[in-house]
Protein backbone atom coordinates (compact mmCIF):
# COMPACT_ATOMS: atom_id res chain seq x y z
CA UNK A 1 0.00 0.00 0.00
CA UNK A 2 0.82 3.33 -0.92
CA UNK A 3 -0.08 6.61 0.52
CA UNK A 4 0.16 10.25 -1.04
CA UNK A 5 -0.67 13.18 0.59
CA UNK A 6 -0.23 16.71 -1.25
CA UNK A 7 -0.03 20.24 0.64
CA UNK A 8 0.86 23.42 -0.60
CA UNK A 9 -2.00 24.97 -2.26
CA UNK A 10 -3.51 28.18 -2.38
CA UNK A 11 -4.66 31.43 -3.62
CA UNK A 12 -2.14 33.39 -5.48
CA UNK A 13 -1.82 36.61 -8.26
CA UNK A 14 -0.91 35.45 -12.34
CA UNK A 15 2.51 35.81 -12.20
CA UNK A 16 3.14 34.47 -8.67
CA UNK A 17 4.94 30.97 -7.54
CA UNK A 18 3.53 28.00 -5.76
CA UNK A 19 5.33 24.65 -4.42
CA UNK A 20 3.30 21.93 -4.13
CA UNK A 21 4.46 18.97 -1.79
CA UNK A 22 3.44 15.26 -1.78
CA UNK A 23 4.20 13.00 0.85
CA UNK A 24 4.31 9.41 0.01
CA UNK A 25 5.07 6.69 2.46
CA UNK A 26 3.99 2.85 2.33
CA UNK A 27 5.68 0.28 0.45
CA UNK A 28 7.85 3.09 -1.58
CA UNK A 29 9.92 1.19 -3.06
CA UNK A 30 7.11 -0.73 -5.27
CA UNK A 31 6.77 3.10 -6.98
CA UNK A 32 7.12 3.38 -11.00
CA UNK A 33 6.44 6.64 -12.63
CA UNK A 34 5.07 9.32 -9.88
CA UNK A 35 3.71 12.98 -10.68
CA UNK A 36 1.32 15.71 -10.56
CA UNK A 37 -1.70 15.84 -12.48
CA UNK A 38 -4.34 18.45 -12.57
CA UNK A 39 -8.40 18.91 -13.02
CA UNK A 40 -9.28 22.66 -13.90
CA UNK A 41 -12.75 23.08 -13.14
CA UNK A 42 -15.59 21.45 -15.76
CA UNK A 43 -12.47 19.43 -17.77
CA UNK A 44 -10.97 16.63 -17.47
CA UNK A 45 -8.06 15.40 -15.56
CA UNK A 46 -4.87 15.95 -17.46
CA UNK A 47 -0.62 15.50 -16.62
CA UNK A 48 1.15 18.39 -15.53
CA UNK A 49 4.32 16.88 -14.59
CA UNK A 50 6.08 13.61 -14.27
CA UNK A 51 9.16 11.45 -13.72
CA UNK A 52 8.82 8.16 -15.48
CA UNK A 53 10.04 4.58 -13.63
CA UNK A 54 13.23 5.40 -15.30
CA UNK A 55 13.77 9.00 -13.75
CA UNK A 56 13.24 11.19 -17.06
CA UNK A 57 10.97 14.16 -16.85
CA UNK A 58 7.45 15.15 -18.70
CA UNK A 59 5.76 17.97 -18.89
CA UNK A 60 2.75 19.23 -20.50
CA UNK A 61 3.14 21.79 -23.27
CA UNK A 62 1.19 24.37 -21.49
CA UNK A 63 3.24 24.23 -18.47
CA UNK A 64 7.07 23.63 -20.15
CA UNK A 65 9.33 26.58 -18.82
CA UNK A 66 7.33 27.67 -15.84
CA UNK A 67 6.51 24.26 -13.86
CA UNK A 68 9.84 21.86 -11.94
CA UNK A 69 9.20 18.51 -11.04
CA UNK A 70 11.35 17.49 -8.16
CA UNK A 71 11.61 14.90 -5.75
CA UNK A 72 13.73 14.00 -2.30
CA UNK A 73 14.19 10.25 -1.71
CA UNK A 74 15.19 11.00 1.79
CA UNK A 75 12.21 12.48 2.69
CA UNK A 76 9.68 10.70 0.82
CA UNK A 77 8.64 13.55 -0.83
CA UNK A 78 7.54 15.12 -4.23
CA UNK A 79 7.67 18.64 -5.61
CA UNK A 80 6.12 20.80 -7.80
CA UNK A 81 7.31 24.34 -8.35
CA UNK A 82 5.15 26.27 -10.13
CA UNK A 83 5.96 29.95 -11.34
CA UNK A 84 4.64 32.77 -13.71
CA UNK A 85 1.23 31.08 -13.02
CA UNK A 86 -2.04 32.19 -15.00
CA UNK A 87 -5.21 31.55 -14.47
CA UNK A 88 -5.45 28.96 -16.88
CA UNK A 89 -3.18 26.82 -13.82
CA UNK A 90 -6.22 27.21 -11.89
CA UNK A 91 -6.77 23.26 -10.90
CA UNK A 92 -7.26 20.49 -8.29
CA UNK A 93 -3.72 19.24 -8.40
CA UNK A 94 -3.05 15.41 -7.60
CA UNK A 95 -0.49 13.56 -6.86
CA UNK A 96 -0.34 10.12 -8.03
CA UNK A 97 1.99 7.29 -8.38
CA UNK A 98 2.51 4.22 -10.21
CA UNK A 99 2.44 0.88 -7.77
CA UNK A 100 2.30 -2.31 -9.48
CA UNK A 101 0.11 -1.09 -12.36
CA UNK A 102 -1.91 0.72 -10.66
CA UNK A 103 -2.68 4.17 -10.13
CA UNK A 104 -2.83 5.73 -6.22
CA UNK A 105 -3.70 9.39 -6.15
CA UNK A 106 -4.05 11.89 -3.36
CA UNK A 107 -6.74 13.71 -2.13
CA UNK A 108 -5.95 16.71 -4.15
CA UNK A 109 -4.72 20.62 -3.32
CA UNK A 110 -6.62 23.58 -4.94
CA UNK A 111 -4.41 25.93 -6.71
CA UNK A 112 -6.34 28.97 -7.46
CA UNK A 113 -4.68 32.00 -9.62
CA UNK A 114 -6.34 34.98 -9.63
CA UNK A 115 -6.10 37.68 -13.04
Known amino acids: QVQLVESGGGLVQAGGSLKLSCVFSGSTLSIGAIGWFRQPPGKKRELAAS???????NYADSVKGRFTISRDNALNTLFLQMNSLKPEDTAVYYC?????????WGRGTQVTVSS
Open 51 to 57: FTSRGST
Open 96 to 104: YAAVGGTDV
